[in-house]
């Protein structure tokens, strides 16, 4: 079975069976490997191969159709979104938050590394477009700031 059907297999599964979260543990030579992995509806299609990650619009926005404007900070490499420094803790920024150039406004988890994504511009937070522990791919608007 390839990839792509196994991963499509066990979406189907943990959909049909209403769960979000997974265990994965394999045994290498050097070591083993443990991943715990917690999905939300959104991001079961992040996960599909060759399907579109977390979507860069927030759909709960009663202007989802509106066209972006302001400035928009980017995700600079694919990986996965924090928006708070730990599970439970104060978010980096809100909506209507002011924030200066140099603040720290995101995480992005690429490679077991957190790197942060700071403001590269002063402003206030318009909108935040992507959810916490979403996927996101490279060049992705996160944040826009007016």
């Not at 990650?53 to 709960?60: H, I, P, Q, R, S």
């Amino acid at each position: 079975m390839s990839f792509r059907a196994t991963v499509e297999s066990m979406s189907k599964v943990m959909d049909d069976m209403g769960i979000t979260e997974l265990d994965l543990e394999r045994q290498f030579l050097f070591g083993l490997y443990r991943k715990h992995i917690h999905l939300s509806k959104q991001q079961m299609a992040a996960v599909m191969p060759n399907l579109p990650v977390a979507d860069a619009k927030n759909t709960t926005s009663e202007h989802a159709d509106a066209p972006i404007s302001g400035y928009a900070l980017k995700s600079p490499m694919v990986g996965v979104v924090y928006l708070a420094s730990e599970p439970g803790a104060k978010p980096f920024v809100t909506v209507g938050a002011t924030i200066h150039a140099g603040d720290t406004v995101a995480l992005v988890e690429a490679m077991k590394t957190f790197n942060p994504i700071k403001s590269d511009k002063d402003g206030v937070v318009k909108e935040i477009l992507v959810t916490d522990g979403a996927a996101v791919e490279f060049d992705q608007p996160l944040i826009i700031v007016e």
